[in-house]
């Protein structure tokens, strides 16, 4: 390049030389002929300042394509750095869950060891019980015999023999009352192993939900059977309660096998219907169903108290209702989640629910499920709407922004009765106001349908 810009600006002067020397002959013989030459020196003038002006134009593009080259150059190095720190951060992950799923082994095979010994103890303490119970039996003898020979016949040898064996029996009971502690230090350790062991499994669950494509509870555990979810047909229709049947339990107790809308009478409230589904060996009373979004869920505070929508589609059974059912006795919760790739989920709590006078309070304590818990337990939650917002956090009226009565705590944690999103319709906004399932330590699952149940806790088998 700098060999063409000095040829460029060479050229010009050697013409011009050229030029004045033929200037000077023009004196001398000025022909016809001479006039072509000064002719084609203006033509190469011209030429020369033509190159002239490109060999600026060149220069010019060169620079500009420099500059682009080095932005180029330097996005590669700033995706080059993130991709290096993605790669450290799946490292760590992987090396976090292998130390978890050792540590969860180790746990475990300290957890049958501890049960052999106290096992062992076990067996041991109803050996020493046996033993004092013939001890006791052998004072109990010798006693008498001294009573019979202290009437005939006071004895100091019986005396001291008694004495000795009281002793020996108070030895023994000191003994027992020794591994009986024992025995409670080792029950108090093994749940404390257990504890552990059940948080380890969180977490291992929490890491592999992580690693799962985005949405998508692909890779988790399957139900141990399908569920279906109502939907209105041809044989959907409401089957009538021969009885005041106190929940969907009773009913099929009673013989009733078909899931389908049954009216019932809990103790103490007035008859209404619900929706009973017939599986796992019994029947659950559903309390909420969503399965297309044809029911817009941002509903008043009085909709959620009385319920709104049809039970034989998508429906809120009403927190009036619900309570008049819990009220009779203890009860499980069991959610069960869909997304929208098919794969289907659920989780089982033990809770409790509170009455109009407490804004019907939710306490949920985990029992079981194929999905990471995602709301919070031993934990009072307080049901709001919209238009009766009982916790405010931050100033923020969380069913005004993210749109559904629910227990909020916080203002981004799961709710089941948020607005029906579709993947097409996504965008951070959206998702946060969707039907989702949030971990506390995880990204947003959008969900296309979602049911949730309730039945007495004297149900045997329920996973």
């Avoid at 990204?443 to 979602?450: A, F, G, I, K, V």
Wanted: proline fraction near 4%.
């Amino acid at each position: 390049m700098k060999i063409i810009l000095v040829f460029l600006f060479v050229a010009p002067l050697a013409l011009s030389a050229r030029a004045e020397k033929d200037y000077s002959s023009f004196d001398s013989a000025a022909s016809p002929e001479t006039k072509s030459r000064f002719a084609m020196l203006d033509d190469v003038r011209i030429l020369a300042n033509g190159l002239l002006q490109l060999g600026h134009g060149l220069k010019d593009f060169v620079h500009k394509t420099k500059g682009q080259m080095n932005d180029i150059f330097q996005k590669l190095y700033i995706f080059d750095r993130s991709f290096y720190e993605l790669s450290l951060q799946t490292s760590e992950i992987k090396e976090e869950e292998e130390q978890l799923r050792q540590t969860t082994a180790r746990l475990q095979i300290n957890n049958e060891e501890i049960k052999n010994l106290s096992q062992e103890m076990n067996s041991k303490i109803e050996d020493l019980i046996q033993n004092k119970i013939q001890l006791q039996e052998k004072v109990w003898g010798l006693e008498d015999k001294v009573t019979k020979l202290a009437i005939i016949q006071p004895s100091t040898q019986g005396t001291e023999d008694i004495s000795s064996l009281k002793a020996f029996v108070e030895e023994q009971d000191n003994h027992i009352k020794q591994l009986l502690k024992i025995v409670e230090d080792q029950h108090v350790q093994l749940d404390r192993q257990h504890n552990q062991i059940l948080e380890l499994e969180d977490k291992l669950n929490h890491i592999e939900l992580q690693e799962l494509a985005e949405d998508s509870f692909m890779g988790e555990p399957a139900e141990p059977e399908p569920t279906s979810f109502p939907v209105r047909n041809a044989t959907a229709v409401t089957h009538p309660s021969d009885g005041a049947a106190p929940d969907c339990t009773a009913l099929y107790n009673s013989g009733r096998r078909t899931s389908g809308v049954y009216t019932i009478k809990p103790n103490g409230s007035e008859a209404f219907e619900v929706y009973c589904e017939m599986k796992l060996g019994s029947s659950w009373t559903v309390i909420q169903n969503r399965v297309n979004g044809s029911l817009d869920f941002n509903q008043t505070w009085d909709a959620y108290v009385n319920g709104f929508g049809d039970l034989h589609e998508e429906f809120w059974l009403g927190l009036n209702k619900t309570y008049s059912i819990t009220k009779q006795g203890n009860y499980i919760l069991r959610i069960e989640l869909q997304d929208w790739k098919d794969n289907k989920r659920y989780i089982q709590y033990a809770f409790t629910l509170g009455g109009p006078d407490t804004d019907y309070t939710l306490q949920l304590s985990r029992i079981s499920g194929s999905i990471p818990n995602a709301l919070p337990e031993q934990t009072e939650l307080r049901f709001s709407t919209a238009d009766r917002d009982t916790d405010i956090i931050n100033d923020l009226n969380c069913p005004e922004n993210y749109l559904g009565g629910w227990w909020h705590i916080d203002c981004e944690e799961t709710n089941l009765n948020g607005k029906y999103v579709t993947p097409r319709s996504r965008g951070r906004l959206d998702q946060r106001k969707g039907l989702y399932w949030k971990p506390k330590k995880g990204r947003y699952y959008l969900l296309r349908s979602t049911k949730i149940m309730i039945h007495p806790t004297d149900l045997k088998s329920f996973d």
